[in-house]
């Protein structure tokens, strides 16, 4: 039988690539991703050439991966959010992984070391969308051993997921 080919992820670019000019330009996009290149040029003090090129560099080097709105889940009835710790059974995160992505409610899916196998993040508009979340579609998977549901009552709502870079610090030299 022949052997399967194991597929590793290998990353795009790392830190080393970047130096203090893409970092600016980075923090920038992330505070306002709406920006122009002309815009972003006169942010970071550089050329539009130079702002534009760059960009077009980490969106190729797939560091910037997209552009989103940041919206305000209470604003649009999401009031409730739930951090669920699960875990699975031996050999099945795979499937319990594609059949976490399609949670109602998910907002963020992570594969953990540790005392859990996954961290949710769901928001719901109300304790009775998470209790048959959690009850009915979560404990309904096979897959799934047990759950640990932690109510969020409050977040830094400034932040969003994602790498937040720290611009003051010097940039790695290669």
């Known amino acids: 039988m022949p052997r399967l080919k194991r597929h590793t992820v290998q990353p795009v670019a790392s830190s080393r690539t970047l130096d203090a000019t893409d970092r600016q330009l980075l923090a920038a996009l992330q505070r306002d991703g709406r920006m122009s290149v002309n815009e ?49 059974e031996q050999n099945a995160w795979r499937m319990a992984r594609e059949k976490l992505r399609h949670l109602p409610g998910l907002h963020y899916l992570a594969m953990t070391t540790g005392g859990f196998d996954f961290a949710l993040l769901v928001r719901v508009a109300d304790v009775e969308t998470l ?44």
Not at 48 to 75: C, H, M, N
């Open 40 to 88: 972003l040029a006169t942010e970071v003090s550089v050329s539009r050439a130079t702002a534009y090129q760059r960009l077009e560099r980490l969106r190729s080097a797939g560091i910037v991966k997209g552009f989103t709105a940041v919206v305000d889940p209470a604003a649009v009835g999401l009031t409730i959010a739930a951090l669920i710790l699960a875990n699975v």
């Open 131 to 174: 209790r048959d979340v959690v009850l009915d579609r979560l404990q309904g998977m096979p897959e799934i051993r047990s759950t640990q549901t932690v109510f969020v009552l409050d977040e830094d709502d400034h932040l969003a997921f994602g790498a937040r870079l720290d611009t003051d610090r010097p940039a790695s030299r290669s």
